[in-house]
């Protein structure tokens, strides 16, 4: 039997404005770590819109173009890896999500945040939501937005670095890429912090 795809929830209460939050690239050997906020209205329809790791590079691209389009407001932002290794991936990837919200031109009133860790935002309540880009629809738009960026820019960064096979494993640590890292070393994309992958 077809699993049904499910329901994802508009918002978590009527009396706010609300920004989802997710990020993508924590579990990534190169490239850095990349967040988005969305901020949708009631009129927003996309029944398509899933976790991005469920849908097709295709389907995501004209997501994507939707999101941007048709979302009240949106913002992506991105850490490098040396910012990584100073503060370790959960305060970067939380981070990140701070700098995307900060850059929103309409103010949220709730956070809705994938997962279940997060540091306060200023002035603002948030909600934890483990797997909520499977449950609410904004952040879902918010891991969309997020991996169409960081796929597209890991695509450009494997013309540098054609070795590690980055337009295809997006900077994971894939076979390819460790076996990669062994004959060639590191390059300055790489997260240093993340050394036991590849000594």
């Not at 990020?23 to 969305?38: H, S, T, Y």
Request: charge should be neutral; glycine fraction near 4%.
């Amino acid at each position: 039997m077809k699993k049904e795809k499910p329901v994802l929830r508009k918002k978590w209460s009527d009396h706010y404005i609300e920004a989802g939050c997710d990020e993508v690239g924590r579990g990534c050997l190169a490239g850095p770590v990349v967040a988005a906020a969305v901020i949708i209205s009631e009129k927003f329809e996309q029944n398509l819109i899933n976790d991005s790791k469920q849908l097709n590079f295709k389907v995501r691209n004209e997501l994507d173009h939707y999101i941007r389009e048709n979302a009240t407001d949106y913002a992506i932002a991105e850490l490098p890896p040396a910012f990584i290794d100073e503060h370790n991936i959960l305060n970067a990837s939380i981070h990140a999500m701070h700098l995307s919200l900060d850059q929103l031109k309409v103010r949220p009133e709730l956070i809705l945040v994938d997962g279940n860790r997060f540091h306060p935002y200023p002035f603002i309540s948030h909600q934890c939501v483990i797997k909520g880009d499977t449950k609410f629809l904004s952040i879902a738009c918010a891991s969309i937005l997020a991996k169409n960026y960081r796929d597209q820019l890991m695509i450009k960064l494997h013309d540098e670095f054609p070795q590690y096979g980055w337009n295809h494993n997006m900077g994971y640590a894939t076979k390819n890429h460790q076996q990669a890292l062994n004959q060639y070393g590191p390059t300055v994309y790489h997260r240093k912090s993340f050394r036991l992958q590849y000594d």
